[in-house]
């Protein structure tokens, strides 16, 4: 007999809505599908996806309902030839429960159910933290809600569940090597995130949404940092960055050290929009013409523009910062660019009305000194190595972990 359960590499625990391209047309059309509640079974060799889905019997245990199923994937899909016993036992397996164990009657010990979980050296990575993880990849790759396509779903998913168990794996190691975080370390760090809230009730909120207690949120802080004071210990205090190898970064990409030309200036703007109608238009040229002639009899340009502009800088005397190309419309960067400190352009009109600009200060494009970028480039380059060496670290790591994967 085919030991199937030996061959699992991937369990789902929960309702799942299965793709119709792995379930036969026949369990598709059967009514009440996507309410049923059973074992579904997809098998993938010669390079062709297979399955089989169906409820427990009454008498049959979980494990017999996969060995059932992965049986009738392998031999009566009628899509394919059916498989020999021989390449059953090459064949990948993937293993569906549509629903939890004990909802399907399983009564047993929990040493079944652990066997269907994911885990890392015995230790259960907690299904509720691999959907709210997951749950926060989609919002951020969907913003909007759209629909994530089947392939980038598949990748997010293994991303999701590998940084799960790479995190497990720094965790247990943490403890081996009795690292402790002091708990005045901890809230202080709790209480950092609650003071990007406007409230302690938005804190709540969003604990709530999340599934969350604060009890939760102060433990993944104490993990998070006992993980990354053994990232330093094991891996940092190893790099040193010379000075020949900040410098040789530096020759050899003169590129990433250009600071483009700027220009410091302020701007008086009275609204108009582009559509308008011609009338309405005219008047908002009236208006900055006449401002325009008390800028050329000599008032104060800052005063002016505090006193009419009716852009947003406006009670900052139009202030602008310096800016670079390509950070304004086009007209507006055309003309500040043109002007030489301390001359103020002729009106000039944007897809927001009219303009008058005056230039405060003007800095030519110039490569920054090794001096001025040496510490943030050791920096970075410190940081880039230890990205690349933690990872190396991680795969050790993973080298003498037994690791599951049921999902």
């Given at each position: 007999?085919?030991?199937?359960?030996?061959?699992?590499?991937?369990?789902?625990?929960?309702?799942?809505?299965?793709?119709?391209?792995?379930?036969?047309?026949?369990?598709?059309?059967?009514?009440?599908?996507?309410?049923?509640?059973?074992?579904?079974?997809?098998?993938?060799?010669?390079?062709?996806?297979?399955?089989?889905?169906?409820?427990?019997?009454?008498?049959?245990?979980?494990?017999?309902?996969?060995?059932?199923?992965a049986i009738n994937a392998a031999f009566n899909d009628p899509r394919f030839p059916a498989?020999?016993?021989?390449?059953?036992?090459?064949?990948?397996?993937?293993?569906?429960?549509?629903?939890?164990?004990?909802?399907?009657?399983?009564?047993?010990?929990?040493?079944?159910l652990n066997k269907l979980r994911p885990n890392v050296d015995g230790v259960i990575i907690?299904?509720?933290?691999?959907?709210?993880?997951?749950?926060?990849?989609?919002?951020?790759?969907?913003?909007?809600?759209?629909?994530?396509?089947?392939?980038?779903?598949?990748?997010?998913?293994?991303?999701?569940?590998?940084?799960?168990?790479?995190?497990?794996?720094?965790?247990?190691?943490?403890?081996?090597?009795?690292?402790?975080?002091?708990?005045?370390?901890?809230?202080?760090?709790?209480?950092?995130?609650?003071?990007?809230?406007?409230?302690?009730?938005?804190?709540?909120?969003?604990?709530?949404?999340?599934?969350?207690?604060?009890?939760?949120?102060?433990?993944?802080?104490?993990?998070?940092?006992?993980?990354?004071?053994?990232?330093?210990?094991?891996?940092?205090?190893?790099?040193?960055?010379?000075?020949?190898?900040?410098?040789?970064?530096?020759?050899?990409?003169?590129?990433?050290?250009?600071?483009?030309?700027?220009?410091?200036?302020?701007?008086?703007?009275?609204?108009?929009?582009?559509?308008?109608?011609?009338?309405?238009?005219?008047?908002?040229?009236?208006?900055?013409?006449?401002?325009?002639?008390?800028?050329?009899?000599?008032?104060?340009?800052?005063?002016?523009?505090?006193?009419?502009?009716?852009?947003?800088?406006?009670?900052?005397?139009?202030?602008?910062?310096?800016?670079?190309?390509?950070?304004?419309?086009?007209?507006?960067?055309?003309?500040?660019?043109?002007?030489?400190?301390?001359?103020?352009?002729?009106?000039?009109?944007?897809?927001?009305?009219?303009?008058?600009?005056?230039?405060?200060?003007?800095?030519?494009?110039?490569?920054?000194?090794?001096?001025?970028?040496?510490?943030?480039?050791?920096?970075?380059?410190?940081?880039?190595?230890?990205?690349?060496?933690?990872?190396?670290?991680?795969?050790?790591?993973?080298?003498?972990?037994?690791?599951?994967?049921?999902?």
């Amino acid at each position: 007999m085919v030991q199937v359960a030996r061959r699992t590499i991937a369990v789902r625990l929960g309702i799942l809505n299965v793709p119709s391209k792995v379930v036969p047309d026949h369990d598709l059309a059967e009514p009440g599908f996507q309410e049923k509640r059973g074992t579904f079974v997809t098998l993938k060799t010669r390079g062709q996806l297979r399955g089989c889905m169906g409820c427990l019997t009454p008498t049959e245990t979980i494990l017999e309902g996969i060995q059932r199923n992965a049986i009738n994937a392998a031999f009566n899909d009628p899509r394919f030839p059916a498989l020999t016993s021989e390449e059953l036992e090459q064949a990948d397996i993937d293993i569906s429960i549509l629903t939890s164990p004990r909802e399907l009657g399983y009564t047993g010990d929990d040493d079944l159910l652990n066997k269907l979980r994911p885990n890392v050296d015995g230790v259960i990575i907690n299904k509720d933290a691999y959907d709210r993880e997951l749950d926060f990849f989609v919002r951020r790759a969907a913003p909007g809600g759209q629909q994530i396509p089947d392939v980038k779903m598949a990748q997010m998913k293994n991303e999701v569940l590998e940084s799960l168990i790479d995190r497990e794996l720094l965790f247990q190691e943490t403890k081996k090597k009795g690292i402790q975080v002091k708990p005045e370390a901890v809230s202080d760090q709790l209480k950092k995130i609650k003071e990007r809230y406007p409230n302690k009730e938005e804190f709540k909120k969003l604990l709530s949404n999340m599934g969350l207690t604060e009890s939760d949120v102060q433990a993944q802080i104490e993990r998070g940092m006992a993980i990354q004071e053994l990232i330093d210990k094991e891996v940092g205090e190893k790099i040193k960055i010379s000075d020949e190898e900040t410098k040789a970064f530096y020759d050899k990409n003169p590129q990433l050290f250009q600071q483009p030309e700027q220009v410091k200036a302020s701007h008086i703007l009275i609204k108009v929009a582009a559509d308008a109608p011609d009338a309405q238009k005219a008047e908002a040229r009236k208006k900055i013409e006449a401002v325009q002639q008390k800028a050329q009899k000599g008032e104060d340009f800052a005063t002016l523009a505090k006193t009419y502009s009716e852009g947003p800088s406006g009670p900052k005397g139009g202030a602008l910062g310096y800016f670079r190309r390509g950070q304004m419309v086009k007209p507006f960067e055309e003309a500040a660019f043109s002007l030489k400190p301390n001359e103020t352009s002729e009106i000039v009109e944007t897809q927001f009305g009219y303009h008058l600009i005056k230039v405060d200060d003007k800095k030519p494009a110039t490569k920054m000194a090794y001096a001025e970028v040496k510490d943030r480039l050791s920096d970075n380059l410190k940081k880039q190595k230890m990205d690349s060496e933690a990872n190396a670290y991680i795969e050790t790591l993973r080298k003498d972990a037994k690791i599951e994967k049921f999902l």
